[in-house]
């Protein structure tokens, strides 16, 4: 399970806002939009805030993933905030970049490009942004006394990438900081749209505790340990104003969320969300307070045509991929199946050459049985014992290739990215592995790594290689490498 932390971003961002104003002393594009519509021309009848979360892995020299983005559209004249959740493995247009995850957008072009992806997205402007390190979660939640919250199910899972384990049962729980975590990282069958209904859960579970007046007391004392886990260009007024608005609107139980409407679908083994265009747009227009005029809506279905369009695209070439990597494999099996039996008659042929000549080798060092005789008779004439026959020398063992002491990988890129194959070689070398080159080959979708050898250090190592991976053991007594990395699409 990868590390997502959707629940603890929408939670722990959205009580900064409220409690922005305890906190004063301490806060001081691309190409032609696929919609057609100018930045101008997108909707900006309310503040319309956008909130990353991102999970940043700087000892991987990875620059991270956005894998929390949400926008909270504030009515300045009501007081009222709307909260828009946009799953993690939405399928959208990047600019400049083509289609994909929208959290891949962060990894392209930092905040900015993920900021032009959900403007042109959603077809609204945005003016501000909170960006949310979530190291610190677990601190404030500890500092706020934990948090109540009816569990809606046995969580339990363990996720072997990150050593994270993850064990809460079902019912009213009270959760610290560990825990919560646990919960708002918890992935089941439902993906990243029950992770989101659990962030919703526990959104209203933290509002409640903040909102009491003992805890209003405390908020000062927290300020501090909050902003070092944030940045954001939002004006300390705004922030005052939109966490006076939330606390109101928790109150009543008036906060309006919802969730970019689709599909989960599967290009390969890759699984996406697939939004639906014309209802994201119509929900944008509600959201926003805006009418849904003849412009904005040809903008939207246009947008809904090349959507579609590049979905129908990326699963015929993925089919037609999958189809000529199936014939491949089967012309490389056969060719493997000669090449085998070729070596093998190659073994044969040599074995036979070997045992001729180690037959003419003996043949030569044997004497004939009266010549022995006669030297030794000779020997006796002169009252000498006759010279023991000497010991032929035991044969040496073979020995097997010398490994390097350095553990050493070879690296076959099936990955169809030049780039990626030149990264993934960059973090092992960094993580201290010498890198042999195996080329390149047909494209897998898993990165596998096999151990050549039984040696459990060995395998310790290999179990950490810095990227996601599955391992298995092949023991080869004869390779001159520790392992082998076959590098697939999954490489980030």
Known sequence: ???????????????????????????????????????????????????????????????????????????????????????????????????????????????????????????????????????????????????????????????????????????????????????????????????????????????????????????????????????????????????????????????????????????????????????????MAKMQGAEMTDRYRSAAEMMEAEYGRSFRQAVAEEKEEKAASSSGASLKKELQSDSVKKCDAERVEGRKKKQKEQKKQESKKQEPKNVKQDNDNKGNKHGKAPAAPALAAAPAPAAAPARPSRTTLLLINRSGSTADGAAARQRLENAGFAVLDGGSDAMENETLVISTTNDGSIVAKLAKIPFPHKTRTDKDPSASYDGIVILGRDFR
């Open 1 to 283: 399970m990868k590390p997502n932390v959707l629940g603890i971003i929408l939670a722990v961002a959205v009580a900064v806002l409220a409690c922005g104003y305890g906190i004063y002393s301490y806060f001081a594009g691309g190409d032609e939009s696929a919609d057609s519509l100018t930045r101008q021309e997108r909707l900006a009848l309310k503040k319309n805030i956008m909130v990353l979360g991102i999970d940043e892995r700087p000892k991987d020299d990875d620059p991270g993933r956005s894998d929390t983005i949400f926008v909270v559209m504030f009515d300045t004249q009501k007081k009222t905030v709307s909260l828009l959740s946009i799953p993690r493995d939405t399928r959208v247009r990047i600019p400049g970049n083509g289609f994909d995850k929208i959290n891949h957008a962060f990894s392209y072009g930092s905040r900015q490009l993920t900021q032009e992806t959900v403007e042109e997205f959603l077809g609204i402007r945005i003016d501000n942004y909170v960006q949310v390190d979530f190291n610190g979660f677990k601190g404030v939640v500890d500092a706020i006394g934990g948090v109540d919250i009816d569990v809606e199910e046995d969580m339990y899972y363990y996720d072997d990438w990150d050593d994270f384990l993850i064990d809460i049962k079902k019912g009213p729980q009270h959760l610290d900081g560990e825990k919560a975590i646990q919960y708002v990282r918890y992935r089941d069958e439902e993906g990243d749209i029950g992770r989101i209904k659990r962030q919703q859960h526990f959104l209203m579970a933290v509002y409640d505790k903040i909102a009491s007046a003992f805890m209003l007391l405390r908020i000062p004392g927290l300020s501090r340990q909050i902003t070092s886990m944030i940045d954001t260009n939002l004006p300390m007024v705004d922030m005052v104003d939109i966490g006076r608005a939330l606390l109101a609107m928790v109150k009543e139980k008036g906060i309006s969320a919802a969730t970019v409407p689709g599909t989960p679908e599967d290009i390969g083994d890759i699984n996406y969300w697939i939004p639906d265009i014309a209802k994201l747009r119509a929900e």
